[in-house]
T-cell receptor, first 114, second 113 residues
Framework: KQEVTQIPAALSVPEGENLVLNCSFTDSAIYNLQWFRQDPGKGLTSLLLIQSSQREQTSGRLNASLDKSSGRSTLYIAASQPGDSATYLC?????????????FGKGTRLHILP | EAGVAQSPRYKIIEKRQSVAFWCNPI?????LYWYQQILGQGPKLLIQ????????DSQLPKDRFSAERLKGVDSTLKIQPAKLEDSAVYLC???????????FGPGTRLTVL
């Protein structure tokens, strides 16, 4: 059964710093991995989607990498801003011949200090 | 382009009552998902539709939860009867296809008293 873990559960960093959020998964038989942000009381906003054949994706100040063989993905945020404060979630889509098709981590709650 | 729409945004009911949630996906999106998110947890997939067919409902408590997607567009999720542990945010998402980027609606916050 696929398990997705995000460590740390919470993180506070001063504004302007670069930071890395981690996502690990136990079964490498995935189709893709997606990173989201969730603001309090809101739905999820898609940030980046990495297909299993890709190593990384970039959007603006965000860069997500995927190492399928080691079961790890990282989300790199450059030059952090107070508006980046949110909970960041990763989700893996497993190959379709299994019941647990989409599994989310519990998220990392990020606070950027002004 | 309009996003995923959900209603209602909030609902408070007593245990053993029934409740229904509605979702309108992004136009042209064939895949629709319902998730349950309990406070402090990541979303848990309840059911996934491809057009009007069910792709995965392995984590849907079928004794009390049901969902349908008539005509392959809008979808409703129903809980009958509700239990205290059903208190959560119910999120709807859609994507172009099975393996494409998911887009989420604002969610419905359900409180069961």
């Amino acid at each position: 059964k696929q398990e997705v873990t995000q460590i740390p559960a919470a993180l506070s960093v001063p504004e302007g710093e670069n930071l890395v959020l981690n996502c690990s998964f136990t079964d490498s038989a995935i189709y893709n991995l997606q990173w989201f942000r969730q603001d309090p009381g809101k739905g999820l906003t898609s940030l980046l989607l990495i297909q299993s054949s890709q190593r990384e994706q970039t959007s603006g100040r965000l860069n997500a990498s995927l190492d399928k063989s080691s079961g790890r993905s990282t989300l790199y945020i450059a030059a952090s801003q107070p508006g980046d404060s949110a909970t960041y979630l990763c989700a893996v889509t497993n190959l379709m011949n299994r019941d647990d098709k989409i599994i989310f981590g519990k998220g990392t709650r990020l606070h950027i200090l002004p | 382009e309009a996003g995923v729409a959900q209603s209602p945004r909030y609902k408070i009911i007593e245990k053993r009552q029934s409740v229904a949630f509605w979702c309108n996906p992004i136009s042209g999106h064939a895949t629709l998902y319902w998730y349950q998110q309990i406070l402090g947890q990541g979303p848990k997939l309840l059911i996934q539709f491809q057009n009007n067919g069910v792709v995965d409902d392995s984590q849907l408590p079928k004794d009390r939860f049901s969902a349908e997607r008539l005509k392959g567009v809008d979808s409703t999720l129903k809980i009958q009867p509700a239990k205290l542990e059903d208190s959560a945010v119910y999120l709807c998402a859609s994507s172009l296809g099975l393996y494409n980027e998911q887009f989420f609606g604002p969610g419905t916050r359900l409180t069961v008293l």
